[in-house]
């Protein structure tokens, strides 16, 4: 009796040893995947100056299969931008003569991979040299 007890015992943890790794495994399959996109990277090649015909050209980099949009301040309207490879977005926007961009305009990359999104601030002038726009302020460290 006691044999019959302690093979039903090895029997019941071999399969318990088995089954934990696929009952792991399995429930990671099912959890959410974690969707929040990613922005790795947001650029400009810059216009000398703000002239109507002038092209700015975008690129983002990104988590892949997403929707990516530029909202430029001072222009009349966004740059959607095309996945031309997997997480890499481009487009351009022509300026017209109702918009409104100078040396201190600004830009905002958007990216959207399906119910979630996230925005950055473009960190290069629009128009002019890169040294054209005031630098940003240092960053004070404190000690605790």
Avoid at 3 to 25: D, E, G, I, N
Avoid at 106 to 121: Q, W
């Amino acid at each position: 009796m006691q044999k019959r007890t302690v093979h039903r015992w090895c029997a019941l943890a071999a399969c318990y040893a088995l089954m934990s790794p696929l009952s792991q495994a399995r429930a990671q399959q099912l959890s959410p995947a974690d969707t929040t996109p990613k922005i790795a990277g947001f650029e400009v090649i810059p216009l000398a100056k703000a002239l109507p015909g002038g092209k700015l050209a975008f690129t983002l980099r990104g988590s892949p299969g997403g929707t990516a949009i530029v909202k430029i301040y001072g222009a009349t309207g966004d740059v959607a931008l095309a996945e031309t490879g997997p997480g890499v977005y481009e487009g351009s926007y022509t300026l017209r003569k109702q918009d409104k961009v100078t040396v201190e305009s600004t830009a905002t990359g958007s990216l959207r991979v399906d119910n979630s999104a996230v925005s950055v601030p473009l960190r290069e002038p629009l128009v002019g040299k890169i040294s054209a726009r005031a630098p940003a302020p240092a960053a004070k460290l404190t000690r605790d």
